[in-house]
């Protein structure tokens, strides 16, 4: 689900994963034009990863597009910060 204050959406993606490698997200079906983003775990010497992550989104709407602009960086932090916390959770 995509969304705004009362104005929500959902959308339908695959979503591929890779063990240890990526996870590989691509829009199927709903309100954007297209979206695309992965998730790329290199391991480092120290037994951790670097983690490259990046998106790229678009909406058919343009109210939506221009909220997604306004609010692209919030969620991006929301995000990391879930991603973040449930591996400290699993690995320490």
Not at 16 to 35: A, E, F
Not at 69 to 83: D, P, V
């Amino acid at each position: 689900m995509v969304g705004f204050n009362l104005c929500r959406k959902t959308f339908s993606s695959r979503v591929i994963k890779t063990p240890k490698l990526s996870v590989v997200v691509d829009y199927l079906d709903g309100p954007m034009r297209h979206l695309h983003n992965q998730w790329l775990f290199e391991p480092n010497d120290d037994g951790g990863c670097t983690v490259d992550f990046t998106v790229d989104f678009s909406f058919h709407n343009r109210v939506f597009e221009a909220l997604a602009g306004t609010y692209f960086n919030t969620a991006l932090s929301k995000m990391t910060g879930a991603f973040v916390t449930r591996a400290d959770t699993l690995y320490g």
